[in-house]
């Protein structure tokens, strides 16, 4: 701050109270910054200073964060993920991988039977068998 680079520590704080400066270590487990996009930063056991100058305080964070990913966009991932896995009808491609499997059947042909029987597994293999 002062660019006190060989200064004595002691010479330093001396200086900083003089100018009306307190400097104190917090003893903190951990800090999260919770971003305007909803991610936050988790430090865990970081080193934290609390600078007070003339009533303006100001915090330092020394330690290296996590990025947490805010729960709408893990909600929104699953969500694109399970549309990925059903077509339109609402269909999960595990089921037409099952109704192959069980009848020997295409997957054309499967998602088929599963669309006419409203998704019922048994009903679909049985219609295809």
């Not at 680079?5 to 100018?19: D, H, R, T, V």
């Not at 934290?48 to 709408?72: C, F």
């Not at 089921?95 to 054309?108: C, I, K, S």
């Amino acid at each position: 701050m002062f660019g006190g680079g060989g200064m004595n520590p002691q010479k330093m704080q001396q200086m900083m109270k003089q100018m009306g400066i307190d400097v104190d270590e917090i003893d903190a487990t951990e800090v999260v910054i919770k971003q305007a996009d909803g991610d936050q930063l988790v430090f865990d056991d970081p080193d934290v200073t609390k600078m007070d100058a003339r009533g303006q305080e100001t915090y330092q964070i020394i330690g290296e964060p996590e990025t947490v990913e805010s729960a709408g966009e893990i909600e929104a991932e699953a969500e694109s993920a399970e549309s990925t896995e059903s077509d339109e009808a609402g269909i999960p491609q595990d089921d037409v991988e099952l109704v192959v499997q069980r009848t020997g059947a295409t997957e054309a042909d499967a998602r088929a039977a599963l669309e006419a029987t409203d998704g019922d597994l048994a009903a679909a293999i049985s219609r295809l068998e």
